[in-house]
């Protein structure tokens, strides 16, 4: 059966730079094989012509919307989070011109049979469209399926961060949005008729905040499926490691908070150890607005290279030794360890960075959370050629076997049944 799929998003979903990207890529790329989706998605500066065209190839039809950002916005929606009591990010996302595409959409001549809401971000342009298209039915046909793809517990995001937050006001905030976010994110899943999770961690977290809220056992959260981020590793070219390789690499937005705040410690805590035993070793940072104090930990110049966002990864990644995920924050799936084990790389990672995925520590990955125990890990790669390859050739293996979005996408059929 054909479905006519409205699909939202909060960032264009290529080029694959970034976890939420690749996510919503790969079941986009999965639903326009069987369905017709009209993409709506909101767009950077960053964002090109050449990505907009290649989405026109895959869906029936691409709109997109600017995303407004600056640091007054932020102030005046922040002020209205606190006046409304209305979760901070989702403030601050609602922009009018959205709306109002949607409106334009929903009372067109096209009949959409379901509205796929990507991220949290988007579930109140889902619900706002779907009463919009359900109101303008003629008697006895339904309003649209309404689907949420959770990517992760919300919530979990600034819980965590403020529970490594030094700074007392920061940690006020980041727990006043949690709890904000908390409720919000009950409330808004229990709207959507289907809700698929990326882990099974972030399901069962947002279904103990339900039925925290409520005060009663019998309040479930709706599950549509617990469908793991998955990748296209059969199209990615093996990383050429050089058996020279002495880079420790880091690979992320860094404008992500659990992003800056895990790398900091790392370079913090952990890297000076790392150096101690291998001098040669270069920690590089790679992503867009990586913090200035990274250069304040007293690191030298020579084993410290931050480069910012970069176009094209493979000469750093043929010098990289292991790839680190020193996270302490966040939710859902770390599409960065998918990378890494697509590419033949080793990785260390700490628990919450490798949560919600499937791995098999000492074959396919190194997991470690204190700084001692992460320099260990770390050096462990770096000195151990064998271990190194094993790591390496073992997570390749596994994401080919575990997270082809071919495969594991089918799960999205029963969705839209």
């Known amino acids: 059966m054909n479905v006519n799929i409205l699909f939202l998003t909060q960032v264009l979903p290529y080029p694959l730079d970034a976890g939420p990207k690749v996510r919503a890529y790969h079941v986009l790329r999965y639903l326009a094989q069987q ?12 964002d090109t012509p050449a990505a907009i065209s290649h989405l026109r190839e895959i869906c029936h039809a691409v709109h997109c919307v600017p995303m407004p950002r600056s640091l007054l916005l932020d102030a005046m929606h922040f002020a209205k989070s606190l006046l409304r009591g209305k979760p901070f990010i989702i403030e601050r996302d609602w922009v009018p011109e959205m709306a109002q595409l949607l409106e334009t959409l929903a009372q067109g001549s096209r009949r959409f049979d379901a509205i796929h809401a990507d991220q949290l971000w988007m579930a109140p342009y889902a619900l706002w469209t779907g009463q919009i298209a359900g109101a303008r039915r003629s008697q006895g046909r339904e309003r649209p399926l309404l689907v949420l793809d959770q990517h992760n517990a919300v919530y979990l995001i600034p819980q965590r961060l403020a529970e490594h ?22 409330d808004t899943c229990l709207q959507f008729d289907r809700v698929t999770w990326v882990t099974r961690e972030d399901y069962e977290a947002v279904q103990q905040q339900a039925q925290r809220q409520a005060q009663q056992q019998g309040i479930q959260i709706g599950n549509a499926g617990v469908i793991p981020i998955c990748a296209d590793a059969e199209s990615v070219t093996v990383a050429a490691r050089a058996p020279t390789a002495r880079r420790v690499t880091f690979l992320g937005g860094l404008h992500y908070p659990p ?31 990586p913090p200035a104090s990274l250069k304040s930990f007293g690191i030298p110049a020579k084993n410290l290279d931050v480069t910012g966002y970069v176009d094209d990864l493979d000469p750093y990644l043929d010098e990289t030794a292991v790839s680190i995920v020193p996270l302490h924050s966040g939710g859902g799936m770390r599409v960065k360890i998918l990378d890494a084990w697509s ?42 050629a064998p271990l190194a390859e094993q790591l390496a050739q073992g997570g390749r293996r596994h994401v080919l076997d575990a997270y082809h979005w071919r495969t594991r996408y089918q799960a999205w059929d029963s969705v839209y049944a």
Not at 35 to 46: D, G, P
Not at 259 to 279: D, I, K, S, T
Not at 354 to 368: F, M, Q, Y
């Open 165 to 186: 937050e030094g700074n007392w006001l920061k940690r006020r905030i980041l727990a006043l949005e949690s709890h904000k976010l908390a409720r919000f994110e009950v």
């Open 259 to 289: 992003n800056a705040e895990g790398v900091l410690w790392f370079a913090r805590e952990v890297f000076p150890q790392v150096l101690r035993a291998m001098p040669e070793a270069v920690l590089t940072v790679i992503g867009k607005q």
């Open 343 to 384: 590419k033949a790389i080793p990785i260390v990672s700490t628990t919450i960075g490798a949560e919600g995925i499937e791995t098999c520590p000492g074959k396919n990955i190194l997991i470690a959370d204190s700084p001692a125990d992460f320099a260990d890990a770390t050096l462990r790669v770096l000195q151990n």
């Open 35 to 46: 369905h017709s989706v009209t993409l709506v998605s909101f767009t950077r500066t960053s």
